[in-house]
């Protein structure tokens, strides 16, 4: 059986500079499970620009170092959803029930589509979502 996990941009940083990270050998079981079929990674548009932007302020890489982190992540076996009219509006209405920021419930929005659970870093803001599976990294069993 497939399982479907979204994947937020705590995770998928963990794939490309694994410099000061935890929880690694999850983030590595997770990857193998995608790449064996047995598990479909998805997450929204919106993380590709949040890679840039930990590359750049968070990891303080230089252009040579991020070209090669944002190359591996247009690799990676992650489907990334373009966001729609339905799902901004699903997004919008989690984030305001929840009282998170859109871009947080923008992960969960995905996860309730997809009938998928999500697997962040970020359980503190993502994980007030009622309804909605979320699973903290250190806590996921692969």
């Keep these: 059986m497939t399982s479907k ?10 794939w490309l500079n694994k410099t000061n990270e935890q ?35 968070g990891k303080k890489l230089n252009p040579r170092e991020a ?3 944002l190359g591996t992540s247009y690799s990676l076996p992650v489907t990334f959803i373009t966001e729609s009219e339905d799902l901004a509006k699903e997004t919008f209405k989690i984030a305001y029930k929840s009282n998170i920021t859109y871009y947080d419930a ?7 589509k997809y ?9 503190k803001h993502q994980g007030r979502a009622k309804g909605i599976k979320t699973t903290a990294l250190k806590d996921y069993k692969i």
């Design 106 to 112: 923008s992960f969960l929005s995905l996860a309730k």
């Design 23 to 57: 929880h690694i050998e999850k983030t590595d079981k997770l990857m193998e499970s995608a790449l064996a079929g047995t598990t479909v990674l998805i997450a929204p548009e919106l993380s590709k620009y949040e890679i840039g932007n930990v590359l750049l302020t």
């Design 5 to 14: 996990i979204v994947v937020d941009t705590s995770i998928i940083i963990k």
């Design 115 to 123: 009938k998928a659970t999500l697997v962040t870093e970020n359980i």
């Design 67 to 69: 070209n090669v982190s």
